[in-house]
């Protein structure tokens, strides 16, 4: 079992900053870990991925150049940190865990474990 709790949302102004958390316990952090968001009335969408090592990450095309995932793997922590935000970044962050690799970052379905989410509105 992995435990989620994904912070630091907010609200914030277009082109400004923010740093979501993700603590997990319950397992030994040696699994990928991925961000999705959920916008109003819409799916949950991959956001951004990383391997558990930090080797390799992926993103969204939409978020590219704009968002950062980074880890501590001796912190049990996973970390995005949002810049340039635009309206459209407005949504419920989740964070979520891969326990079984299941050959892509990309899909919900590759995910076994969930945060609560956080949400982030950003303002024009």
């Known amino acids: 079992q992995v435990q989620l709790v994904d912070s630091g949302g907010g609200l914030v102004q277009a082109g400004g900053s923010l740093r979501l958390s993700c603590a997990a316990s319950g397992r030994t952090f040696r699994y990928a870990m991925g961000w999705f968001r959920q916008p109003p009335g819409q799916e949950r969408n991959f956001v951004a991925a990383?391997?558990?090592?930090?080797?390799?990450?992926y993103y969204a095309d939409s978020v590219k150049g704009r968002f950062t995932i980074s880890r501590d793997n001796a912190k049990n922590r996973v970390y995005l940190q949002m810049n340039n935000l635009k309206p459209e970044d407005t949504a419920v962050y989740y964070c979520?865990?891969?326990?079984?690799?299941?050959?892509?970052?990309?899909?919900?379905?590759?995910?076994?474990?969930w945060g609560q989410g956080t949400q982030v509105t950003v303002s024009s």
């Open positions: 979520a865990a891969q326990t079984l690799y299941s050959g892509s970052y990309y899909y919900r379905s590759a995910y076994s474990y």
């Open positions: 990383i391997t558990w090592s930090g080797g390799s990450t």
